[in-house]
């Protein structure tokens, strides 16, 4: 199972909205509507922010939104804030009944 | 406290073996799904194990016939048992809860512990 893959580097200024892609195949993100997202700051583990595609964990920020069309998924981030600047993972589960996360995605804030 | 402490990482030889424990508290862990997920230094997150609460076990091809995942609901810990080691198995090693959400069949971790270093080394 190959890691999904993802942008390495996504940069924006502060209010900005970014979008980061998810891309798999039709035995992953193709198959299911089980794609997460999770944030991660140096030294620190990751935090869910997003589940069920576009689902959100309460307490998470309403300018985390996902989408999925076909076998790519995307994270969008409006109104960038300097405390967005992270590493960002996508996840999907398989048609193996395994789990599989993107590459990652460092985000800038400029 | 709501929390997960693994423990057990340490340098091991390629070929040789380590065992991984993760200890839980503050929740009903006999009522929750458990995961193991790596990260190696610099590197992205890769899923490694799953157990469920039933005690079926899911693994991906990297580390299946390798890794065994295991559970002591009565000492609310968690295990990895990693027999021979290679290179590429040097990460840290998190314990993950899947989220109780049961709106949801997705494997979704709301709950990291800190982690434990696996050096593969000789």
């Known amino acids: 199972q190959s890691a999904l893959t993802q942008p390495a580097s996504v940069s924006g200024s502060p209010g900005q909205s970014i979008t980061i892609s998810c891309t798999g195949t039709?035995?992953?993100?193709?198959?299911?509507?089980?794609v997460s997202w999770y944030q991660q700051h140096p030294g620190k583990v990751p935090k869910l922010i997003i589940y069920d595609v576009s689902d959100r964990p309460s307490g998470v920020s309403n300018r985390f939104s996902g989408s999925k069309s076909g076998n790519t998924a995307s994270l969008t981030i409006s109104g960038l804030q300097a405390e967005d600047e992270a590493d960002y993972y996508c996840?999907?589960?398989?048609?193996?009944?395994?789990?599989?996360f993107g590459t990652g995605t460092k985000v800038t804030v400029l | 406290e709501v929390q997960l402490v693994e423990s057990g990482g340490g340098l091991v030889q390629p070929g040789g073996s380590l065992r991984l424990s993760c200890a839980a508290s503050?929740?009903?862990?006999?009522?929750?799904?458990m995961h193991w997920v790596r990260q190696g230094a610099g590197e992205g997150l890769e899923w490694v194990a799953a157990i469920g609460r039933g005690g079926d076990t899911y693994y991906p091809g990297s580390v299946e016939g390798r890794f065994t995942i295991s559970r002591e609901n009565a000492k609310n810990s968690l295990y990895l048992q990693m027999n021979n080691l290679r290179a590429g198995d040097t990460a840290v090693y998190y314990c993950?809860?899947?989220?109780?959400?049961?709106?949801?069949?997705?494997?979704?971790?709301?709950?990291w512990g800190r982690g434990t270093l696996v050096t593969v080394s000789s």
């Open positions: 503050g929740f009903t862990f006999s009522s929750s799904d």
């Open positions: 993950a809860r899947e989220t109780p959400d049961t709106t949801t069949a997705g494997w979704y971790f709301d709950l």
């Open positions: 039709s035995s992953d993100v193709g198959a299911y509507n089980y």
């Open positions: 996840s999907s589960h398989t048609s193996s009944s395994t789990l599989v």
